[in-house]
C-alpha cells in the first residue's frame, strides 16, 4: 500500500469548488505529520501551495489566494485540500507531500479539470 | 530574486554515469537545504535526494540508493547529483528545488525548470 494515495482525477465546473483528498497509510496518523500540497500546470515546475498541520500551524504559500486551503479528516486519515470558487486557471496536477521516516514522499497526484 | 538552474541532463546508455548541476541564485545557499525531485514522462513526482545546508546530512530515496550520491559547493552555491548505474526507469525531467533550513522541515519554495535525463540504448 502506497504512503499517500490520491485519486488520479476530480471534474468540477468553474465557480463550485473542489475537495482534492490525500489519504495516508492506515499504519500512519495523519495527526503527527505536515501535509504540504503543490500545483503542476503543463509543461511548468511544481509550486509550493500551502502546508496544513492544525488550524495554529499552518502555511500559505506565497502569492496563492485564500481561496486554496487546507484542513485534514482524522476519521479518513486524509490531509485535505479545498479550492473554491473555481477559475479554469485552476486546472492543473496536485500533489501532497509528507516528511516520512526521513524520506519525502509524494502522492501519486490529481488532475483537476474545470468544465 | 531567486533562481534555480540546472544543467548537465541528457542522453545515456543504461550502466554509465551523468551528473547534474543546480545553482541557487539570490539566496543565503548555505543555510538552505537542496532536494532532487524527478518525474517521469506521463508520471507523477518523485522525491530523489535532499542535503542540509552544511552537507553533512545526505538523504536518498531507496530506488536510487547506492548509485546517486549527492553532494553540495557553498562557494559555489552549486548542489550536485552524481547519478551512476542509470538504468531506463531512470528516465525522468529532474528537478533542482530550494528548502528550508532544515531538511524535513519545510517545503520546497524555488524550483528550477527541470533538466531531462534520457537513459537509453
Known amino acids: 500500500q502506497a504512503v499517500l494515495t490520491q485519486p488520479s482525477s476530480l471534474s468540477a465546473s468553474p465557480g463550485a469548488s473542489a475537495t482534492l483528498t490525500c489519504t495516508l497509510r492506515s499504519d500512519i496518523n495523519v495527526d503527527t505529520y505536515r501535509i504540504y500540497w503543490y500545483q503542476q500546470k503543463s509543461g511548468s515546475p511544481p509550486q509550493f501551495l500551502l502546508r496544513y498541520q492544525s488550524g495554529s500551524d499552518k502555511l500559505q504559500g506565497s502569492g496563492v489566494p485564500s481561496r486554496f486551503s487546507g484542513s485534514k479528516d482524522a476519521s479518513a486519515n486524509a490531509g485535505i485540500l479545498l479550492i473554491s470558487g473555481l477559475q479554469s486557471d485552476d486546472e492543473a496536477d496536485y500533489y501532497c507531500?509528507?516528511?516520512?521516516?526521513?524520506?519525502?514522499?509524494f502522492g501519486g497526484g490529481t488532475k483537476l479539470t474545470v468544465l | 530574486e531567486v533562481q534555480v538552474l540546472e544543467s548537465g541532463g541528457g542522453l545515456v546508455q543504461p550502466g554509465e554515469s551523468l551528473r547534474l548541476s543546480c545553482v541557487a541564485s539570490?539566496?543565503?545557499?548555505?543555510?538552505?537545504?537542496m532536494n532532487w525531485v524527478r518525474q517521469a514522462p506521463g508520471k507523477g513526482l518523485e522525491w530523489v535526494s535532499s542535503i542540509s545546508g552544511s552537507g553533512g546530512g545526505t538523504y536518498y530515496a531507496d530506488s536510487v540508493k547506492g548509485r546517486f550520491t549527492i553532494s553540495r559547493d557553498n562557494s559555489k552555491s552549486t548542489v550536485y547529483l552524481q547519478m551512476n548505474s542509470l538504468r531506463v526507469e531512470d528516465t525522468a525531467v529532474y528537478y533542482c528545488a530550494k528548502g528550508g533550513r532544515l531538511v524535513g522541515a519545510s517545503h520546497f519554495d524555488y524550483w528550477g525548470q527541470g533538466i531531462v535525463v534520457t537513459v537509453s540504448s
Open positions: 539570490e539566496v543565503t545557499f548555505s543555510s538552505s537545504a
Open positions: 507531500m509528507i516528511w516520512h521516516s526521513s524520506a519525502w514522499v
